[in-house]
């Protein structure tokens, strides 16, 4: 039996019960998201631990079982969560960038790591970098661009205003009164162009607001800038957009 075909076979039991022996085993696609029963495009593994010392500890698995992300969550007074902390693995098994995010804020901070030294560090959001430093040179250097992740080319407010005046909610999607979020995952190559645009929560939001929303940010192609890696090399990485529909 092949590693990845035993994994699938691990995801179609997830484990709901996490008492003090047990641990949830939760299969994930490429975007992170739980699978559900009839998708099949399996990508990761996630393996939830029992609440344990105010924590609790998850850990997340490619198909070849190399660990790729460690999501540690805290609680006040083992109930209510107050900070989740995302750790990515290399390939070398080095951690190479920790996210922070307290459960009060919607924003975050986000550390960039070379040779177990912080090389950069980002405060904002999704969408938009609030402050910034890097290092270069030795030296630490203000900056509002998080480079090691696609964005924008020119500014959140510029792609706000293009999505105002170019989305169209559809005329069927209206009349049967459908709304809601689409969350897509554009595939931002290193040049900036876009890749595939996937729909993260396909089996939440209603097919004719998916269609628009793609087609909307298709025609926002030329408007990204590529990412790069630790090394500054030019690299292909996953961006996260909402796309709203909320009738009046």
Known sequence: MTRKLLFTLLGLVVCMNLSA????????????VPLQKSQHDMAFMKVVNPIADGKQVERIYDLDNKLV????????????????VW????????????????????????????????IAEYYGNEQEVIFGKKVVNEEK???STNI??????????????????????????RKKRQQGTVEL?????????IGRIEVVNAADVYPLLQEEAIRVLSLYGDGFRGAVDIEGNPVTKWMYLPIHFKLG
């Open 21 to 32: 022996n047990d641990r949830a085993k939760i299969p994930l696609n490429r975007h992170f």
């Open 141 to 143: 250097v203000v900056t």
């Open 69 to 84: 992300r460690i999501v540690t969550k805290y609680f006040e007074n083992g109930k209510n969560p107050t900070k989740t």
């Open 148 to 173: 090691f992740e696609p964005g924008f080319k020119k500014s959140v407010v510029d792609y706000q205003e293009f999505i105002r005046q170019n989305l169209q909610y559809p005329v069927e999607a």
């Open 87 to 118: 750790e990515d693995v290399d390939t070398s098994g080095q951690v190479y960038k920790i996210k922070e995010r307290k459960n009060s804020e919607n924003n975050y901070t986000i550390y960039y790591l070379q040779n177990g030294k912080v």
């Open 185 to 193: 995952a554009l595939e931002i190559k290193g040049d900036g162009s």
